[in-house]
C-alpha cells in the first residue's frame, strides 16, 4: 500500500502522461478522418499526435531521472547521517574524558570536601567552576582544559544541527509528492 503522497504523484503523472496520449489519439484520429475528405494532405493532425507522444515520453523520461535522483541522495543522506552520528558521539566521549580530567585534577588540589561537589561536573558546565573558583584562572593546564571542552561542545552542538538538517532533507524526500515512494530505499530515519 503507497502512501498519500506517493498516490498523489503517481496519479499527477499517470494524468499528465494520460492527457498527451490521449491528445496524440485524437491527433491521430482527426488524420484518418482529414485523409478520408481530402487524401492530398498528409502529416498536419499526424505530426500533433507525434508531438504529443513525444511530450509524454519527455515527461516520463524526466520523471524517471528526478525520482532516481531522490533515491541516491537519500542513499547518501542516510550514510552522512551515521558518520554524523558517530562524530557526535566521538567529540562526546572526548569532552567526558577532559571533564574527567579536570575533575581529577581538581581533587587533587582541593580540600576533601570539596571533592563531592567535583565528582559531579558536567562538560557543559566547566566554565561556572572557573568563575566560582578564580584560583583555577592561574592554572594554564585547567584553562587549556577548559578551552578543550568548550571547543568539543561546539563541535557536538555543530554534529547536532547538521544531524537535524539531514534528517529534515530525508523526512521531506519520504513526503515529498513529487518523488515515487516506491522508488524511495529503506533507510531509517530516527525520530530526533
Do not use: C
Amino acid at each position: 500500500m503507497l502512501p498519500g503522497g506517493a498516490k498523489g504523484a503517481i496519479m499527477f503523472l499517470v494524468v499528465l502522461v494520460s492527457m498527451f496520449m490521449l491528445l496524440a489519439g485524437v491527433g491521430i484520429l482527426m488524420q484518418l478522418l482529414y485523409e478520408r475528405s481530402v487524401p492530398s494532405n498528409k502529416g498536419g493532425w499526424l505530426n500533433f499526435a507525434g508531438f504529443m507522444f513525444f511530450f509524454a515520453f519527455i515527461f516520463l523520461v524526466l520523471g524517471t531521472i528526478f525520482n532516481l535522483s531522490t533515491y541516491s541522495e537519500q542513499i547518501e543522506k542516510g550514510v552522512e547521517l551515521e558518520k554524523v552520528s558517530s562524530f557526535e558521539q566521538t567529540y562526546q566521549v572526548r569532552s567526558d574524558n577532559l571533564a574527567k580530567e579536570f575533575t581529577y585534577y581538581l581533587a587533587g588540589v582541593y580540600p576533601n570536601h570539596e571533592k563531592d561537589i567535583f565528582s559531579k561536573i558536567e562538560p557543559g558546565k566547566l566554565d561556572v567552576y572557573l568563575v566560582k573558583y578564580p584560583e583555577l584562572q592561574a592554572s594554564k593546564t585547567i584553562v587549556e582544559l577548559v578551552q578543550q571542552v568548550r571547543s568539543l561542545q561546539d563541535d557536538i552542538y555543530k554534529q547536532r544541527l547538521e544531524r537535524a538538517q539531514i534528517i529534515r532533507d530525508m523526512r521531506y524526500n519520504v513526503r515529498s509528492p513529487w518523488v515515487f515512494q516506491w522508488m524511495m530505499p529503506n533507510v531509517a530515519i530516527p525520530e530526533k
